[in-house]
């Protein structure tokens, strides 16, 4: 089992910066990769961006390019995305998960909240 916790979620003005944490513990060494996804209101879950747990090789949907970051610290099993020039269109629960097979999202965070004001 991995479990994740997220944190760093909060309200924010339109233009500001912000990073999200998402900490794993459990059996890390069996994760080959997280990602972050996002829930807005009345949406589907998104896809956000992912980052491979060895080799630090990082995704980020077309959606977040340019202004979204997604990193991780091996030693403290923890991943960041950096969220900047934030829009009210990024409010959402963020949610951090990560994956010990090629495919499938197995682990999932409760989630954090972001809200981003006008």
């Known amino acids: 089992q991995v479990q994740l916790e997220e944190s760093g979620g909060r309200l924010v003005s339109a233009g500001d910066s912000l990073r999200l944490s998402c900490a794993a513990s459990?059996?890390?060494?069996?994760?080959?990769?997280m990602g972050w996804f996002r829930r807005a209101p009345g949406e589907e879950r998104e896809f956000v961006g992912s980052i491979s747990w060895s080799g630090g090789r990082t995704y980020v949907a077309d959606s977040a390019k340019g202004r979204f970051t997604i990193s991780r610290d091996n030693v403290k099993n923890t991943m960041y995305l950096q969220m900047n020039s934030l829009k009210p269109e990024d409010t959402a629960v963020y949610y951090c998960a990560a994956r010990t097979g090629p495919t499938e999202w197995d682990y999932w965070g409760q989630g954090t909240q972001v809200t981003v004001s006008s």
């Open positions: 459990g059996r890390t060494f069996s994760m080959v990769a």
